[in-house]
T-cell receptor, first 115, second 115 residues
């Protein structure tokens, strides 16, 4: 059974540009959540999608957005990139919508470097 | 507010030694879930265990064991007879009933097993 797949794995962008990251959840999983990991802030929740709707959002500026498609695949977008956006972006999927005690399964992440 | 503390930033042990990774959590909720994940250099967070707040029974899985104590708000993880393949960063995480897939992660403990 394939795990969570994220593309691209590595990318370098310039300040001011925008970036789109893609995530394919485990087959049958309908909930997708995104996390940002940096050395300074650790792992921080960005947002969660279920049935093409954003269900929960972390404390990030509006430059960070996402969406989910009918096949549960998800994309996240960061506009007007800043140096501080350099991070590992991790996608996680779970079987159902955010519910108590869901286990979430992570992909290998997309390493974004902003120069 | 929710918080997970992993006071040990880095630990080094010699192969075959036992090692315990500490995790202390804070929450006012009476129902919550605790998790441990392992992050190898590839970046993917690998799920290890989930515990709910009503189940304080300790668990052993092969060389891994977990000690959950509500009285001290701790959920410690022990690796017995460590191996080089155990080298990774280990994260403890907390989720709540009303925030579903929004996990609160500790800052992680980097474990190095020296052959």
């Amino acid at each position: 059974k394939a795990g969570v797949t994220q593309t691209p794995r590595y990318l370098i962008k310039t300040r001011g540009q925008q970036v789109t990251l893609s995530c394919s959840p485990i087959s049958g999983h309908r909930s997708v959540s995104w996390y940002q990991q940096t050395p300074g802030q650790g792992l921080q929740f960005l947002f969660e999608y279920f049935s093409e709707t954003q269900r929960n959002k972390g404390n990030f500026p509006g430059r960070f957005s996402g969406r989910q498609f009918s096949n549960s695949r998800s994309e996240m977008n960061v506009s007007t990139l800043e140096l501080g956006d350099s991070a590992l972006y991790l996608c996680a999927s779970s079987l159902v919508q955010a519910a108590a005690g869901n286990t979430i399964y992570f992909g290998e992440g997309s390493w974004l470097t902003v120069v | 507010a929710q918080k997970v503390t992993q006071a040990q930033t880095e630990i080094s042990v010699v192969e075959k030694e036992d090692v315990t990774l500490d995790c202390v959590y804070e929450t006012r909720d009476t129902t919550y879930y605790l998790f441990w994940y392992k992050q190898p250099p590839s970046g993917e967070l690998v799920f290890l265990i989930r515990r709910n707040s009503f189940d304080e029974q300790n668990e052993i899985s092969g060389r891994y064991s977990w000690n959950f104590q509500k009285s001290t708000s701790s959920f410690n993880f022990t690796i017995t007879a460590s191996q080089v393949v155990d080298s990774a960063v280990y994260f403890c995480a907390l989720s709540l009933t009303d925030t579903g897939n929004q996990f609160y992660f500790g800052t992680g403990t980097s474990l190095t097993v020296i052959p």
